[in-house]
T-cell receptor, first 114, second 113 residues
Framework: GENVEQHPSTLSVQEGDSAVIKCTYSDSASNYFPWYKQELGKGPQLIIDIRSNVGEKKDQRIAVTLNKTAKHFSLHITETQPEDSAVYFCAASLGYNYGQNFVFGPGTRLSVLP | ETGVTQSPTHLIKTRGQQVTLRCSSQ?????VSWYQQALGQGPQFIFQYYREEENGRGNFPPRFSGLQFPNYSSELNVNALELDDSALYLC????????????FGPGTRLTVL
């Protein structure tokens, strides 16, 4: 089955700097890759996603890149702010025909220092 | 806010008991998935329901069962609770065929003593 690895497990950056989180997946059939932000005591919140027919997607300060050949995708956050501090999860999915089974990475705890 | 609600917020049970957790999907969503999130880990897929039938299951034993109702609300039932069942239980709703997006509720924190 699918296996998703995520690095680093913790990341500290100064406010205004950029943060990069990297994930790899094992199943080449996976075609949907969402990123979730989870704050303390809350459920995961979808922040950006990318599909296998796209190499890059950007939404304001957040961008995601996908390399299907290497089977890895990355989250880039620019101009980080203290409110970006949270745990970030990447996930991979085979799509809705497979019951939308998301396989999540173990998470990255991002701390943005003021 | 996603519009997905879960109840209760917290729950404490003892080993061997049974528990029912509830989820109300986002308006218009016909698919619900349940996940277990142990402390410090990513969510793990339990199962998904579509049109009131199970539509995919992860590596969880049969004592984890579910229901989806005609109004698309859902229940997760766990029998014979074990200490390792202590976790945050998340439901996520989606619209089948709609771009795979899943929207999570705030979760129910279950503690098994």
């Amino acid at each position: 089955g699918e296996n998703v690895e995520q690095h680093p497990s913790t990341l500290s950056v100064q406010e205004g700097d950029s943060a990069v989180i990297k994930c790899t997946y094992s199943d080449s059939a996976s075609n949907y890759f969402p990123w979730y932000k989870q704050e303390l005591g809350k459920g995961p919140q979808l922040i950006i996603d990318i599909r296998s027919n796209v190499g890059e997607k950007k939404d304001q300060r957040i961008a995601v890149t996908l390399n299907k050949t290497a089977k890895h995708f990355s989250l880039h956050i620019t101009e980080t702010q203290p409110e970006d501090s949270a745990v970030y999860f990447c996930a991979a999915s085979l799509g809705y025909n497979y019951g939308q089974n998301f396989v999540f990475g173990p998470g990255t705890r991002l701390s943005v220092l003021p | 806010e996603t519009g997905v609600t879960q109840s209760p917020t917290h729950l404490i049970k003892t080993r061997g008991q049974q528990v029912t957790l509830r989820c109300s999907s986002q308006s218009g969503h016909n698919t619900v998935s349940w996940y277990q999130q142990a402390l410090g880990q990513g969510p793990q897929f339990i199962f998904q329901y579509y049109r009131e039938e199970e539509n995919g299951r992860g590596n969880f034993p049969p004592r984890f069962s579910g229901l989806q109702f005609p109004n698309y609300s859902s229940e997760l039932n766990v029998n014979a609770l074990e200490l390792d069942d202590s976790a945050l239980y998340l439901c996520a709703s989606s619209l089948a065929g709609r771009d795979n997006e899943q929207f999570f509720g705030p979760g129910t924190r279950l503690t098994v003593l």
